[in-house]
């Protein structure tokens, strides 16, 4: 089975701290690529991220930052020094190779509330 | 703007009715997939469409059926509506279906609220 773990459901941190949001997957396939998206409160799905399983690379952009770790199937994002206009929903989600479907199992989402 | 449509942005309707959500893609993407969010289930994998053919199925219910057209624009039936399926229905496309085809493009979403 497949399934992604968020188990930060909330999270609230003042600007310009540092925040880790966690994401746990669980898959059989050996080949599988990993997202992040970011839902802001206007409600769309904003892609930030794709990972593909070969790239245990951490990669990172401007105040954004990914840890893949196999070894422990998670695939952390971090933001370095938080902006109020962070707050949103963070979705971690998995696409497994299996079936060449590419739909993506989203975890339940971890609510970012960043205050002034 | 991620490029990918959506029609309606609300949509309001009784128990019992039938409604029809409609997505077109960006342009050069085969692949369209529909997934649900509502605040029991979290987002939810309905159904994907490659190319006019559906390619795969994940928890949608018998009452829901989809279709992708020739011009690759696709629709999502629902009917027999119950306030249960009150939830926001977002569209995805992309190029092909796995490795570096299957970044995904949401729409805006539909908010379906069945009264």
């Known amino acids: 089975a497949q399934k992604v773990t968020q188990a930060q459901t909330e999270i609230s941190v003042v600007e310009k701290e540092d925040v880790t949001l966690d994401c746990v997957y669980e898959?059989?396939?050996?080949?599988?690529?990993l997202f992040w998206y970011k839902q802001p409160p206007s409600g769309e799905l904003v892609f930030l991220i794709r990972?593909?399983?070969?790239?245990?690379q951490n990669e990172i952009s401007g105040r954004y930052s990914w840890n893949f770790q196999k070894s422990t199937s998670s695939f952390n994002f971090t933001i370095t020094a938080s902006q109020v206009v962070d707050s949103a929903v963070y979705f971690c989600?998995?696409?497994?190779?299996?079936?060449?479907?590419?739909?993506?199992?989203f975890g339940q989402g971890t609510t970012l509330q960043v205050k002034p | 703007d991620s490029g990918v449509t959506q029609t309606p942005k609300h949509l309001i309707t009784a128990t019992g009715q039938r409604v029809t959500l409609r997505c077109s893609p960006r342009?050069?993407?085969?692949?369209v997939y529909w997934y649900q969010q509502s605040l029991d289930q979290g987002l939810q994998f309905l159904i994907q469409?490659?190319?006019?053919?559906?390619?795969a199925k994940g928890n949608i219910l018998e009452r829901f059926s989809a279709q992708q057209f020739p011009d690759l624009h696709s629709e999502l039936n629902l009917s027999s509506l119950e306030l249960g399926d009150s939830a926001l229905y977002f569209c995805?496309?992309?190029?092909?279906?796995?490795?570096?085809?299957?970044?995904?493009?949401f729409g805006p979403g539909t908010r379906l609220t069945v009264l």
């Open positions: 995805a496309s992309s190029v092909g279906t796995s490795g570096i085809y299957n970044e995904q493009f």
């Open positions: 898959t059989r396939d050996t080949t599988y690529y």
């Open positions: 990972r593909n399983s070969f790239d245990e």
């Open positions: 989600a998995l696409s497994a190779s299996a079936g060449n479907t590419g739909k993506l199992i």
């Open positions: 342009s050069g993407d085969l692949s």
């Open positions: 469409y490659y190319n006019g053919e559906e390619r």
